[in-house]
């Protein structure tokens, strides 16, 4: 098919042209004396990226799947009590890698459409005054669901409790796109992958870790040996990593840090959120329901709800086959009813109508009782209005 297949995933997302440019390079010496300039910066703009003055960033050349394994081995002892609020799928992958690493997982069900109860995790710390629970693992952006969590909300419900568990913070497909604080708002691991909003290819977990995490990696019993971040902060602060990193990937997140601060932190927060609520917009348009319970609703992805007659997934195929682009599908309880839009990494308003647009010829193709061309004009008004 002609053209380009568009990405309208919430991941991998498209690689701008200067990232993939810069990451076309010869291999080159990562023991030399100059790897340092390369990798040193990186790891002091990522800190910029988490918003940590105080926290230490890290680069693995591995997954965001592997960074909740990092968390969980590098600062907790076997058998100790973590606590998970299950609300989609990878809030649900999370907790069953930590039963599956031998740590005792308490885990709390809701409803597939909103986050973190913060009331009812307050009330949960309360109760447990021997302080059991030794880590929070709070997901910020559930992907699957297109829900976001109040992470600043967890802190608070954390001190009112008292309570001096770490907290972990999945943030996958939220961070470099969504506002995050990790200073600010008291996180003690931020989890994040080289796909979504850093624009890159899959393959680099991007961590950062409070020094209260990083104390505690002193007392850690869990077995560890490639994920071991004390072997990554000892050669790190020499420049140097202890295994052999993934040059190509390091040149294109130089050159992707350099975009996001370009923009400035807050634009790229205020350009997902345009890009995301013209999508709302045009869904409201279509007369469909977003899974996302009000409140709670993503800027990266909005997972949408088709009638019970309709199956998401002609949807989807009809739109990679005859459209040329690429939906996320729905996960798990949602497989079938729901299909995904994602609106993250190096988007604009006019690719974004470009992804509603095939939507909307998809969902006339497969029998959807919409107007051809609501959703579009929902989405364009929207646009037009708030451009600057």
């Given at each position: 098919?002609?053209?380009?297949?568009?990405?309208?995933?919430?991941?991998?997302?498209?690689?701008?042209?200067?990232?993939?440019?810069?990451?076309?390079?010869?291999?080159?010496?990562?023991?030399?004396?100059?790897?340092?300039?390369?990798?040193?910066?990186?790891?002091?703009?990522?800190?910029?990226?988490?918003?940590?003055?105080?926290?230490?960033?890290?680069?693995?050349?591995?997954?965001?799947?592997?960074?909740?394994?990092?968390?969980?081995?590098?600062?907790?002892?076997?058998?100790?009590?973590?606590?998970?609020?299950?609300?989609?799928?990878?809030?649900?992958?999370w907790a069953e890698m930590a039963k599956r690493l031998g740590f005792d997982v308490e885990i709390h069900q809701e409803t597939w459409g909103k986050g973190i109860p913060l009331d009812k995790l307050e009330a949960r710390l309360k109760e447990d005054s021997k302080h059991e629970i030794k880590a929070i693992l709070a997901t910020h952006n559930e992907t699957?669901?297109?829900?976001?969590?109040?992470?600043?909300?967890?802190?608070?419900?954390?001190?009112?409790?008292?309570?001096?568990?770490?907290?972990?913070?999945?943030?996958?497909?939220?961070?470099?796109?969504?506002?995050?604080?990790?200073?600010?708002?008291?996180?003690?691991?931020?989890?994040?992958?080289?796909?979504?909003?850093?624009?890159?290819?899959?393959?680099?977990?991007?961590?950062?870790?409070?020094?209260?995490?990083?104390?505690?990696?002193?007392?850690?019993?869990?077995?560890?040996?490639?994920?071991?971040?004390?072997?990554?902060?000892?050669?790190?602060?020499?420049?140097?990593?202890?295994?052999?990193?993934?040059?190509?990937?390091?040149?294109?997140?130089?050159?992707?840090?350099?975009?996001?601060?370009?923009?400035?932190?807050?634009?790229?927060?205020?350009?997902?959120?345009?890009?995301?609520?013209g999508t709302r917009k045009a869904v409201a348009a279509w007369g469909l329901k977003q899974c996302a319970h009000p409140g709670f609703e993503s800027n990266t992805v909005t997972a949408v709800i088709v009638p019970e007659d309709k199956d998401a997934r002609h949807v989807i195929s009809t739109a990679f086959s005859k459209y040329n682009i690429s939906l996320g599908a729905g996960l798990s309880e949602l497989a079938g009813k729901a299909f995904r839009i994602g609106h993250v990494g190096d988007m604009n308003d006019v690719s974004m109508l470009g992804a509603i647009a095939g939507v909307e010829m998809a969902l006339l193709d497969n029998g959807f009782d919409i107007k051809a061309g609501s959703g579009v004009a929902a989405a364009i008004e929207y646009y037009r209005a708030t451009a600057k």
């Open positions: 098919m002609a053209g380009r297949n568009h990405l309208y995933i919430p991941g991998p997302t498209n690689v701008p042209n200067e990232v993939l440019n810069a990451m076309h390079i010869a291999m080159e010496d990562h023991r030399s004396p100059i790897f340092p300039q390369l990798l040193t910066p990186l790891l002091q703009d990522l800190k910029k990226i988490f918003r940590t003055e105080t926290g230490q960033a890290f680069i693995f050349p591995a997954t965001g799947t592997a960074g909740w394994e990092i968390a969980l081995t590098n600062c907790l002892n076997p058998g100790d009590k973590v606590l998970i609020y299950r609300f989609g799928q990878f809030s649900h992958l699957a669901t297109g829900v976001t969590s109040d992470i600043a909300g967890v802190r608070k419900a954390m001190d009112a409790a008292k309570h001096p568990a770490l907290m972990f913070v999945d943030g996958v497909s939220s961070i470099a796109s969504i506002d995050f604080r990790m200073d600010e708002w008291g996180v003690d691991g931020a989890i994040s992958g080289s796909q979504k909003g850093f624009m890159l290819p899959a393959g680099g977990a991007f961590l950062a870790f409070s020094q209260k995490a990083l104390k505690a990696t002193e007392t850690s019993t869990y077995p560890r040996c490639f994920l071991d971040l004390r072997d990554q902060m000892n050669t790190n602060k020499d420049g140097y990593t202890p295994y052999t990193p993934n040059l190509p990937l390091l040149y294109g997140l130089r050159k992707a840090l350099d975009l996001l601060l370009e923009e400035g932190l807050d634009n790229v927060y205020a350009r997902h959120y345009r890009l995301a609520e």
